[in-house]
Structures are given as C-alpha cells and as structure tokens.
C-alpha cells in the first residue's frame, strides 16, 4: 500500500511539473488602483494563488481544529481519572446492615 502511495505521489507531480513547464509565458498582473505588474509568469500567479487559498482555508478551519483538540484533551483527562478511579481498590466499608437491626420494628 505504501508504493501505491508514492507512485500515485510521483504521478501527481510529474504533472503537476508538466503543468508548470506548460504555464511559463509572461502576463500582467493588475492589482487595484491602477497597479500593474507586468512580464511575471504565469506559473508564479498561480503558485502564489494556490498558497494564498491554502493559508485562507487554514485560517478559517483553526478555530474548529482548536475546538475539537480541547475536547479531546477534556475527555481524555476525564477518561484517566476514570481509569484511575477504577484501578484503585474500594475502601473497606461496612457491611450495610438491615434496618431492622439498627432498632427493631415496634409493634403496630
């Protein structure tokens, strides 16, 4: 299973390498204002889109990823005091009596 990993890996960034090569012609880039940068390759535009998207998308998935590592931790905090709990030998207590022997039924 690992080699179909890593060929399915290898296949993926030949590519991906293949699209790059393929993407190399200059174009300009317009920014708001009027801010024009021109002659820059079209494989760097999209290589910088791709990482600003990816940093976007973790930005917004953080505070859940968060969310979710806290209760995590909270449950296994709770699942060791149980653990511990059940681990550790009961206290010898007193044989429960009856009620009856504690002071006997009076007559009705």
């Known amino acids: ?6 060929i399915l890996r290898l296949i993926i960034f030949v590519v991906v390498l293949l699209f ?14 009027d801010h024009v940068i021109a002659g ?4 760097v535009v999209m290589l910088a889109t791709f990482v600003l998207g990816a940093l976007l998308g973790l930005l917004i998935t ?3 990823v968060m969310r979710r590592r806290r209760e ?5 905090r709770e ?9 550790r030998p009961p ?4 044989p429960a009596s009856a009620p009856e022997t ?4 009076a007559p009705l």
């Open 1 to 6: 299973m690992r080699y179909l990993v890593w």
């Open 20 to 33: 790059a090569l393929k993407n190399t012609q200059p174009v300009d880039v317009s920014f708001f204002a």
């Open 40 to 43: 820059v390759p079209l494989i």
């Open 62 to 64: 953080a505070p859940a």
């Open 72 to 76: 995590a931790a909270k449950l296994r």
């Open 79 to 87: 699942l060791a005091r149980l653990e511990e709990k059940h681990r």
């Open 91 to 94: 206290a010898a207590q007193e």
């Open 102 to 105: 504690v002071a006997p039924l």
